[in-house]
């Protein structure tokens, strides 16, 4: 497997991820192995994705670059976009999905009632053919899985979710589907804008999906 690169300069290589590449190593290569291996160089991780999850993500090419660039996500200044489809109808087609987070069975999360630390999760929907829904979404903190658990919430969870959707539909799906779509951020003074549309999936690749994508080329001025 060739990770295919989407940038890279003096500080960071920016990486598409396969879907169902674990990030650190498990089973087998973990995707920050497979990315030292493939460019020869030490790299150094500054934010990951799930397994399932395809997309945009970010490695450091030293550890004070690492520093830098992970304080932007902890400090929110590095604006992050998903993708998702669910074969599910929503409770609302837009808008704001917030709560906190708690630990659920098996290694899962869920909402709790509370909302003294909350998830904020921003996003727009689109329909696509019968029964998927298009999601674009910006998350405004960085809880683990988010978005997985924010959309279940709403009654729609990500196709091919095997911890969050009925595993008898999930497992007719080729992935899950959710994609790290467009970053944007500035660092040391440059301004840093990338969108990368998934390739993986029939439901991504479909032509209905390839249009709606076709409104969403600049996610950070569709949201206020």
Not at 25 to 42: M, P
Not at 108 to 129: G, H, W
Not at 166 to 185: I, M, N, P, S, T
Request: hydrophobic residues 40%; glycine residues 6%; charged residues 30%.
């Amino acid at each position: 497997m060739v990770l295919e690169v989407l940038f890279e300069n003096e500080q960071f290589i920016l990486f598409n991820k396969p879907a169902g590449l674990s990030f650190h190593s498990e089973e087998g290569e973990g995707f920050v192995v497979k990315a030292e291996k493939q460019t020869g160089l030490k790299l150094y991780s500054v934010h990951r994705l799930d397994k399932m999850t395809s997309g945009l993500l970010i490695l450091a090419k030293s550890s004070e670059d690492a520093n830098s660039i992970t304080k932007l996500f902890e400090n929110r200044e590095i604006q992050k976009f998903y993708l998702a489809i669910s074969t599910r109808k929503p409770k609302k087609k837009q808008g704001w999905i917030k709560g906190d987070m708690g630990s659920a069975r098996r290694g899962s999360y869920k909402f709790l009632k509370t909302n003294d630390n909350p998830a904020v999760t921003q996003f727009i929907s689109a329909a696509l053919r019968t029964h998927e829904r298009f999601f674009l979404l910006k998350p405004h903190t960085g809880k683990t899985h988010q978005i997985r658990v924010a959309l279940k919430s709403i009654g729609s969870p990500i196709a091919g979710d095997m911890r969050y959707a009925a595993v008898e539909d999930a497992k007719l799906e080729e992935r899950g589907y959710l994609h790290a779509y467009a970053l944007k951020f500035s660092l040391e003074g440059k301004e840093f804008s990338f969108i990368c549309e998934p390739k993986e999936g029939e439901r991504f690749v479909s032509d209905e999906c390839k249009e709606a994508l076709t409104l969403w080329t600049k996610p950070w001025e569709l949201f206020k």
